[in-house]
């Protein structure tokens, strides 16, 4: 039987579920602070930086926990998250 | 055909050849991809397409008086002509909002028409739209078109002119960029009779924000877009990010089925982060309408 991509995805979820959900959640507040500071373009900026910020220490959290921490991994969180940054720098923010 | 056929495979499917990880997700692309995204940012800040307030929008008078008259084309009515009196009290009124730091139609003791007969243009109809926080001109006049009342007025059969001011300052604490459409039809006749005895004007029902900050004007720019650069990064950015996506998607299933385990982040993760900025961007761009 083929499987699917959401039988992968849901498997990987279960499989780090708190992690998952941690980084949902802060997925959310990023979301909802975002609305708050809706056209201050520079409380807005703050508020993806944090995120992003966030985002890479969840990756070195996630991977510590997993034993599979490596320079490689935490330069991929890294390089990710800056090239957001900067792609929406052009569009929305200051 | 074959290479190109191996490039692409070698480009999103992990596998012996690309290190078990699709080659677009390899930490050098990802530089690449770096580097690209911040040379962008600097073409766009030295060719100083942001106004003096780090706006980035890309609405401009000719457009959206292009669509509008495209709306009217379609619904069989005629062509608006552009008025430089109806664009004056356009302006005014733009400036207005912003000196005295209210989004509605009646603000400050005046009404649209006191600045539509202040700019010299006595009507037989006349009518006001507004939109604020707009990133595109289509943006713009979609959400007009999809309000019943806004739609009303772009739509009046009795309308021959309009008049348009797109005005960047900051409106209760938020950089705004205003939109305000002013729409008229002169009195005919050689004779002038006074303004009281014109037809009652139409107004788009909204319900005005009400304003009770101090006046906060930091700064006031008419807007003139130079080139369409910010169109053309915006669609650059949903191609990339989606590229990016699609890479991430394909190594995950790929890797998951082939129970590839390797060194590297995870994909899920970089979905989830650029799904939740997708979310965010998208509710940066949304604006309103009174």
């Known amino acids: 039987m083929t499987k699917t991509f959401s ?5 990987e979820f279960k499989n780090h579920l708190f992690d998952y959900l941690l980084l949902i959640t802060a997925g959310v507040f990023f979301l909802i602070l ?3 500071f809706r056209g201050q373009r520079v409380s807005e900026f703050i508020v993806l930086i944090s995120f992003a910020f966030f985002y890479i220490i969840w990756g070195v959290y996630h991977h510590i926990m997993n034993k599979t921490l490596h320079l490689k991994t935490v330069v991929e969180y890294i390089l990710i998250a800056f090239i957001i940054i900067f792609l ?6 200051p | 055909m074959q290479k190109l056929k191996n490039f692409i495979h070698n480009l999103f499917i992990p596998h012996e050849e690309n290190n078990f990880r699709a080659k677009s997700l390899h930490t050098d692309f990802l530089t690449i991809y770096l580097a690209i995204a911040f040379l962008m940012t600097i073409i766009f800040k030295q060719g100083n397409l942001y ?9 401009s008078v000719e457009k959206l008086y292009q669509l ?14 552009l008025n430089s009196n109806l664009s004056l009290a356009a302006q005014k009124k733009a400036e207005n909002m912003f000196q005295n730091n209210y989004w509605s139609h009646y603000g400050d003791g005046k009404t649209p028409w006191d600045f539509i007969l202040d700019a010299g243009y006595k009507y037989e109809y006349a009518g006001e739209n507004l939109a604020k926080n707009f990133l595109f001109n289509n943006g713009v006049v979609d959400a007009w ?3 019943t009342t806004h739609r009303d007025n772009l739509l009046k059969r009795e309308y021959t002119e309009v008049g348009y001011a797109i005005v960047n300052g900051v409106l209760n604490g938020e950089q705004t960029t205003l939109v305000v459409q002013m729409f008229g039809t002169p009195l005919s006749g050689s004779f002038s009779p006074p303004p009281i005895q014109a037809k009652e004007p139409i107004l788009p029902e909204a319900k005005p924000i009400v304003e009770n900050k101090p006046q906060q004007i930091l700064a006031q720019k008419t807007f003139q877009p130079k080139i369409n ?12 990010m989606t590229f990016l996506l699609l890479a991430l998607i394909l190594d995950f299933y790929f890797a998951s089925k082939f129970n590839i385990i390797r060194t590297g982040g995870k994909n899920t993760a970089h979905f989830l982060f650029i799904i939740f900025v997708l979310v965010g961007l998208f509710m940066s761009t949304i604006g309103a309408i009174i």
């Open chain 1, 7 to 11: 039988f992968y995805l849901k498997k």
């Open chain 2, 229 to 240: 650069f910010l169109n053309f990064s915006f669609n650059l950015n949903v191609v990339f």
């Open chain 2, 51 to 59: 106004n003096v307030l780090g706006f980035a929008t890309d609405i």
């Open chain 1, 88 to 93: 929406l720098k052009i569009i929305v923010l």
């Open chain 2, 145 to 147: 078109m999809n309000s």
């Open chain 2, 68 to 81: 509008t008259n495209e709306q009217r084309q379609k619904n069989n009515l005629s062509s608006l002509s």
């Open chain 1, 34 to 36: 975002l609305n708050i």
